[in-house]
């Protein structure tokens, strides 16, 4: 912990002015503290990221594939210690954490394969005479990614493994809240004998995030968070016109169709919100409820919330640990006071076990009207809201009705109509008759308010490539 920072190629201490106080949230209590990297350490970031990316950029494709795999082959090796870190740490349940890990290892996994198999240059047939032109695949350059506390290690996979595959070189500055499992990069990268420069990490505060978001050295900016952080990050991409990848908050539907199973629609709905305790852009919050299932539904819901167990993942084996971080605890308890000033109807939750953490009941809400807050805003932990429907026309209206785009389920035995509802939404990523199961084959970002670009997939690796053109004139009679 005394020397956090790992920059070209060195661990160096922090020069910063602030102080990083890590926390068990299970038991409200600090374990850790490091010193943030200073506004100069961040230059000397950026600057070695600038002086690696010639080497790196034209390290043969085949060599980039087999540093991924080895990343990959590192996480595996560390698992288990990487698990106990994020359940202590981001209070996640052995189960989740577990997932965790897995997700960063078939990240890199994936991003090797897809790069022995893309082409990086592909021959344009053109319709006139006298010319040849092909298209080259380049890397971006040197990348800022910014990354979140609600998935670390998992969030910084999904942009470090496209962005080291594409050839770019790094600057990761994790979450101030959860900056211990990030380290785990930086002690690989040592491992493998990464050339240094190609990956930096720096850790602190919004100091430290705005001297990278501001930097006039990046090529491009990926970043992870909240809408307020994000549109600031967007502002000072604006000031250089660099490309930026934004992927912020949500307030996602879940539609459940009277001919589905109650109790199976049960099981996806409470995975749809109580999942790292609702702590995901992606939560599915506003819950539609089609009439003629709304009153078999809501009583399984109810007790399905009841019977959720919560408590300290390290002390036995729990459905839900803590909220991560005191702010978004008292966040959520402030949810709770305003349902009651707006005189919400409570079903299950809206109560603080008692003890130490920051420890909340999973939380349902009924016939939230369109005018809540709880309905409009994002909370960011385990709060549902419900509302009734009668057609399918009045779900995709509601579903829709929203600054937010990110992810959205459909329930229903009907598969056509529920392959034309998920048609129709206006989000990023749909699920039908299932837990929001993500894959790194696919696409994740939204529309609308959550966010600009897309990561995972081909997608993810496109976010760090630019497009060169070659067009060359093979008829030297050919007037120019």
Same mark, same amino acid.
């Given at each position: ?70 990343? *990959? ?66 890397? %971006? ?128 709905? %409470? ?43 390290? *002390?036995?084996?729990? &459905? ?49 009207? &369109? ?23 009045? *779900? ?85």
């Amino acid at each position: 912990m005394h020397t956090p920072h790992y920059i070209n190629g060195h661990w160096q201490a922090g020069e910063g002015g602030d102080v990083l106080v890590v926390h068990d949230p299970a038991l409200g209590q600090p374990f850790a503290e490091l010193v943030a990297a200073s506004p100069a350490q961040v230059d000397q970031a950026v600057a070695a990221a600038r002086a690696a990316l010639p080497v790196w950029k034209t390290t043969p494709v085949a060599e980039r594939a087999d540093v991924l795999r080895n990343v *990959a082959e590192h996480l595996v090796q560390r698992r288990d210690a990487l698990v106990a870190l994020q359940m202590r740490n981001n209070g996640k349940p052995r189960h989740e954490a577990e997932l965790d890990v897995d997700d960063a290892v078939a990240t890199f996994s994936y991003y090797a394969d897809l790069i022995e198999t893309q082409p990086t240059h592909r021959d344009v047939e053109l319709a006139a005479p006298g010319f040849t032109s092909r298209t080259r695949l380049e890397p %971006v350059g040197v990348v800022g990614l910014i990354v979140p506390w609600n998935f670390p290690l998992v969030t910084s996979a999904w942009k470090l493994a496209p962005a080291l595959a594409a050839g770019c070189t790094v600057v990761l500055k994790p979450s101030e809240i959860t900056p211990l499992i990030e380290q785990t990069y930086g002690e690989i990268a040592d491992v493998l004998g990464l050339p240094a420069g190609v990956l930096n990490i720096v850790n602190g505060k919004a100091e430290t995030g705005a001297a990278l978001s501001n930097h006039p050295g990046l090529d491009k900016l990926s970043f992870t968070g909240s809408n307020g952080v994000g549109s600031q990050v967007m502002r000072s991409a604006a000031a250089y016109c660099r490309p930026v990848t934004l992927e912020l908050g949500g307030k996602s539907a879940f539609i459940v169709f009277d001919d589905c199973d109650p109790d199976q629609a049960v099981e996806w709905i %409470v995975a749809g919100i109580c999942w790292n305790a609702g702590q995901m852009c992606s939560a599915t919050s506003r819950l539609l409820i089609q009439d003629g299932i709304a009153d078999v539904l809501i009583p399984r819901l109810q007790a399905a919330f009841t019977a959720l167990q919560v408590g300290n993942p390290l *002390a036995a084996e729990v &459905d839900m640990g803590p909220l991560t971080s005191q702010a978004q605890w008292h966040k959520v308890r402030e949810y709770f006071a305003i349902a009651q000033q707006e005189g919400l109807h409570c079903q299950a939750g809206a109560e603080v076990p008692e003890g130490p953490g920051w420890f909340v009941s999973p939380t349902l809400y009924t016939d939230v009207p &369109d005018s809540s807050r709880l309905w409009q805003e994002e909370i960011f932990g385990p709060v549902l809201c419900t509302q009734r429907f009668d057609t399918e026309q009045q *779900a995709i209206a509601k579903a829709n009705d929203s600054r937010f785009g990110l992810v959205a389920t459909v329930a229903s035995t009907d598969l056509h109509r529920a392959e034309r509802v998920a048609d129709a939404l206006e989000v990023g990523h749909v699920w039908i008759n299932s837990i929001q199961a993500v894959f790194v084959e696919t696409s994740w970002g939204g529309s609308k308010g959550s966010g600009i670009g897309r990561e995972l997939g081909p997608w993810g690796l496109a976010a760090y490539q630019a497009v060169k053109h070659v067009t060359r004139c093979t008829d030297s009679k050919t007037p120019l």
